[in-house]
């Protein structure tokens, strides 16, 4: 387990330029109450209101990220609607979420996905790679397959670049619903991911945990001694919950 923890934010399809301030009143109550030293904290919002984010955040301990990036292997070109790595790196934009099954379920490939994570890492964002199943799989008890899957076929390519990449675990069946995996199944299922990911790529990883995390089920899960922090959803946009997750996790 790595000491420092993290609290990442997706804001998913939310937010407008006024509610940065949401993002502000946790940087306030950060640099009162919490020794810097024991969290990252990182806000990754729509594109929209990467650039005012980056602004408004250049002194704080918060650093911002994108929820995506162009797939397309170039850092410009004549791909209409598309983001580079390039080009979020240009904002000082610090980290990248790849892989989401929100955006798996739009299309995204596993070959996709591997190329927008080389691009990320060569443009010296951060990736956070985020792998789950869905229902049926987790039912049919073949979630570790689809995940071990999934990191295959992500990292296989990025082998060089594995120490600039985070794995996220979110089961689909846990994201805005409410349910979330106990305990004794998240412990095995990450410790099955450590073992795979440091048997196949000699990979410590970052392991976070994704899917309905809340101020109420944050002191349960901070029981889980291979979780190195939370991808956080819409307990991420108001600040006041948000901050709540912080709170309750440290008291
Ligand atoms: P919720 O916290 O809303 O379940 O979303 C989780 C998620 O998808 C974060 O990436």
Redesign the pocket.
């Known amino acids: 387990m790595h000491s420092k923890k993290y609290f990442i934010a997706?804001w998913?399809m939310n937010g407008l330029k006024k509610d940065l301030n949401q993002i502000l009143k946790v940087e306030n109550f950060l640099k009162k109450k919490v020794n810097p030293a024991s969290l990252n904290c990182i806000f990754c919002l729509p594109y929209t209101i990467l650039g005012l984010a980056v602004a408004i955040l250049k002194l704080s301990k918060i650093k911002v990220g994108s929820q995506d990036l162009s797939s397309e292997p170039f850092d410009f070109g004549a791909f209409t609607g598309q983001i580079s790595s390039k080009m979020l790196k240009d904002l000082n934009c610090k980290y990248t979420?790849i892989g989401?099954?929100?955006k798996r379920s739009f299309g995204d490939s596993d070959q996709e996905i591997n190329i927008k994570i080389n691009m990320a890492v060569k443009n010296n964002l951060k990736v956070i790679l985020?792998v789950g199943e869905n229902l049926n799989e987790y039912k049919n008890k073949n979630s570790f397959t689809k995940v071990k899957r999934q990191l295959y076929y992500a990292l296989n390519k990025n082998r060089k670049h594995l120490n600039n990449i985070i794995i996220?675990y979110?089961p689909i069946w846990?994201?805005?619903?409410g349910v979330i995996p106990n305990n004794n199944y998240l412990n095995s299922f990450f410790y099955k991911i450590k073992k795979y990911l440091n048997n196949e790529f000699k990979f410590n990883a970052l392991l976070l945990y994704?899917?309905?995390?809340s101020s109420k089920n944050i002191k349960d899960l901070k029981k889980l001694n291979l979780c190195d922090g939370f991808?956080?959803?819409?307990?991420s946009l108001k600040s006041k919950n948000f901050i709540d997750i912080i709170k309750n996790y440290y008291n």
Do not use: D, F
């Open positions: 997706n998913k979420i989401h099954s929100e985020c996220a979110e846990s994201i805005g619903t994704g899917g309905s995390v991808l956080i959803g819409g307990a």
